[in-house]
């Protein structure tokens, strides 16, 4: 089983360039699955008009993050479409769940999504904990476990890597939008990169226009961001899976422009 991991989409270039490439990128690499982080598919947050062109692009099941919640509408989308899953350690009572169990023709695939604490958001589960709880709650009732961990430290990426190696077939990180170069199969069976980076204008700082996120480094009042313009790509990782046990064969980094 072939999976794609797209890194954070920024934006319209980010949405337009799945929509126009998506499908063919699909065809082109045999591709059984693909995962997309949505959570800044309109520059902060998503809303539920971004989340339908996501799944019409191709998208099978879509990631949040630490922005899920910059828009009410979202609450009910999330209630309302279990393909689109955020952190599974935000509180309880918040809209939505934190997984999705899909059967596909290979077996059924879950997608875990969880959130970093470390320089984000500290009122959360712990997320060694809730991925521990999570996988008790689902054992047996999936052949592929995946897990997207949004989150800031590349070390707390790389630990919780190691911590489910064996446990998962995959764990990609997502949110700081730059693509890291150790895509690879952890010892015990686990694929594994730190970050996927982001799709989006290429000319553009992690998908923000260039001028205005100089100034923010410059001191300038704070404004809403806007995404970058110009030619897009697309970053991410594919995952060549053995559905029959659960583990990774080969995991390979892809920057498409």
């Not at 499908?23 to 959570?39: A, C, I, Q």
């Not at 919640?69 to 689109?84: H, Q, S």
């Not at 604490?117 to 809730?130: A, K, V």
Request: proline share 4%; aromatic share 8%.
């Amino acid at each position: 089983m072939r999976i794609l991991a797209v890194g954070d989409v920024c934006g319209e270039p980010g949405l337009k360039y799945l929509e126009q490439n998506l499908k063919s990128v699909r065809r082109y690499h045999g591709l059984d699955f693909v995962v997309v982080n949505g959570e800044n598919s309109n520059v902060v947050g998503m809303q539920p008009r971004h989340g339908d062109r996501l799944f019409h692009a191709g998208a099978d099941v879509i990631t949040l993050g630490n922005h899920t919640w910059a828009y009410r509408d979202i609450y009910g989308y999330l209630d309302e479409n279990p393909r689109v899953i955020r952190p599974a350690n935000f509180a309880p009572r918040c809209p939505g769940i934190g997984y999705a169990v899909v059967s596909t023709a290979w077996g059924r695939i879950c997608v875990i999504n969880l959130l970093g604490r470390y320089g984000l958001d500290g009122n959360t589960e712990h997320p060694f904990t809730c991925i521990d709880r999570v996988l008790g709650e689902l054992e047996g009732q999936a052949e592929v476990f995946l897990v997207d961990f949004h989150a800031e430290a590349t070390s707390e990426k790389r630990a919780l890597g190691f911590y489910l190696d064996g446990r998962v077939s995959a764990v990609w990180g997502t949110h700081t939008h730059v693509q890291t170069s150790d895509w690879q199969v952890l010892p015990g069976g686990t694929g594994y990169i730190t970050d996927l980076g982001m799709t989006g204008a290429v000319n553009s700082v992690l998908g923000i226009e260039i001028e205005q996120s100089i100034g923010k480094f410059s001191g300038d009042p704070p404004s809403r961001y806007r995404s970058g313009s110009g030619p897009a790509s697309l970053e991410g990782c594919i995952f060549d899976i053995d559905e029959t046990i659960g583990a990774c064969r080969s995991a390979e980094g892809v920057r498409l422009q």
